[in-house]
Nanobody, 116 residues
Framework: QVQLVESGGGLVQAGGSLRLSCAAS????????MGWYRQTPGEQRDLVAT???????NYADSVKGRFTISRDHAKNTVYLQMNSLKPEDTAVYYC??????????WGQGTQVTVSS
């Protein structure tokens, strides 16, 4: 059974940093694109950043220059380094993984709260 285990969320002051981790397991044929989305109450889940199996990143405009996504293929783990955090970054952050050869999986979510 595929599992995504997220960690690293929490409360931080504006301007601070957090690092999210997502460890994937159970994917017999591996994982393709992995990444992070976020959601606030009453809103849709939005892209934050993704990274392909070839390590090509893609970022939402709102986080470019502040967030960095990376990936450890040996550990099937994806990271999101979040710097210069703003109150508007407050959300539940969800890990996402595309399974090989097809399918996808979401993590349970981790809360990130940025105080002003």
């Amino acid at each position: 059974q595929v599992q995504l285990v997220e960690s690293g969320g929490g409360l931080v002051q504006a301007g601070g940093s957090l690092r999210l981790s997502c460890a994937a397991s159970g994917g017999i044929f591996g994982f393709r694109t992995m990444g992070w989305y976020r959601q606030t109450p009453g809103e849709q889940r939005d892209l934050v950043a993704t990274i392909t199996i070839g390590n090509d990143p893609n970022y939402a405009d709102s986080v470019k220059g502040r967030f960095t996504i990376s990936r450890d293929h040996a550990k099937n783990t994806v990271y999101l380094q979040m710097n210069s955090l703003k109150p508007e970054d407050t959300a539940v952050y969800y890990c996402y993984a595309q399974l090989a050869p097809f399918g996808s999986k979401w993590g349970q979510g981790t809360q990130v709260t940025v105080s002003s």
